[in-house]
């Protein structure tokens, strides 16, 4: 068994594996200490978040939207319109990082006691943007939110497509250790575009 941090712990606990898991490999948690383990694991924020890249007009400073297909239909409630995204990015442009932000458990407290710290504040999240393939640090902001959030991030994009395929957009909350989420958005142009049709990707967990 791997459980590489905690993020998957939570993920394990809401889905109701984590104890079953712990029994097939055996590890002696009587009825109290699973109490105690539930306790502690239903504070955990649990915070689905996503990030996309789109493109910005400088000149009218606004967001440049994807159109939804005509042809969709939503038949499913918790389906997604299908959209258009444009095709190229410019180098060295402004871009704009679309994060959306979602409590999963909206009856859930997000109220902090942590040592050193004189009053019960409220969990808040940091945004990371980064192009890791040169070490560089893009873009960090604070947010807070009580159940969902969507803010848009105007950043300049690297001057060298070659060298940097990807930004890394990060999540990391400012309470929690280990609860940390990373997306990558892909930089790409018309040469790689067709067959990409999307550059929104879902999250996965770091340490």
């Known amino acids: 068994m791997c459980i590489r941090d905690s993020c998957q ?9 984590l104890f079953a898991l712990l029994d097939k490999y055996k590890f002696d948690i009587d009825g109290r200490k699973r109490e105690e383990i539930s306790q502690i694991l239903d504070t955990i924020p649990n915070v689905s978040f ?22 969709f239909k939503i038949d499913n409630p918790n389906a997604r319109p299908k959209l258009d995204y444009p095709k190229e990015f410019e180098e060295g442009v402004e871009a704009c990082v679309r994060v959306h932000l979602k409590k999963e ?27 890791e393939s ?5 873009c960090v902001k604070r ?19 070659e060298k940097c395929k990807k930004l890394s957009v990060m999540l990391i909350s400012d309470s929690y250790i280990g609860l940390d989420q990373i997306n990558s958005c892909l930089l790409y142009t018309s040469d790689a575009a067709d067959d990409l049709l999307c550059v929104d990707l879902g999250g996965r967990r770091i340490i």
């Open 50 to 71: 996503r990030a996309s890249l789109l493109n910005y007009d400088s000149e009218k400073c606004q967001v440049i939207e994807p159109e939804k297909k005509d042809e």
């Open 105 to 131: 458990d909206p009856e859930q407290s997000w109220r902090v006691e942590m040592k050193r710290y004189t009053k019960i504040k409220d969990a808040s999240w940091w945004i990371v943007i980064a192009n």
């Open 9 to 17: 712990i939570v993920d394990l606990y809401k889905q109701g594996r």
């Open 143 to 161: 947010l807070f939110f009580k159940h969902k959030l969507k803010r848009d991030i105007v950043i300049d994009l690297p001057q060298d497509f």
């Open 134 to 138: 040169q070490d560089e640090l893009v």
